[in-house]
């Protein structure tokens, strides 16, 4: 509530939504990019931070926590690379 509360009624977060929907038009209303891009930068930080000390009692880390998703993702990172790079079009159907 009290996320809402500062998103849709202070002026940092109407800043931020502004910054969201136009870099251009929220540079030319006076709104500094820089300082927002830094405070959704802090508040990601500090939101990531607070779910990992919440989850962390939960959970058993392992070393290969999570192995398998992050080979799939190194997997279409390269794929996607080299996609780029050789400008080929694959359709997926």
Known sequence: ???LFFYFKTMEGIAIR????DVEAA???G???KRVTVT???ISSMLAATAGMLIAPTTFLDINMMSEV???SFCA???GALIHL????LVVC
């Open 18 to 21: 502004a910054v969201a929907q």
């Open 1 to 3: 509530m009290l996320s």
């Open 40 to 42: 959704t930068w802090i």
């Open 77 to 79: 990172a390269v794929l």
């Open 86 to 89: 050789l400008d080929l079009q």
């Open 70 to 72: 992050h080979l799939k």
């Open 31 to 33: 709104i500094s990019v």
């Open 27 to 29: 540079k030319l209303m």
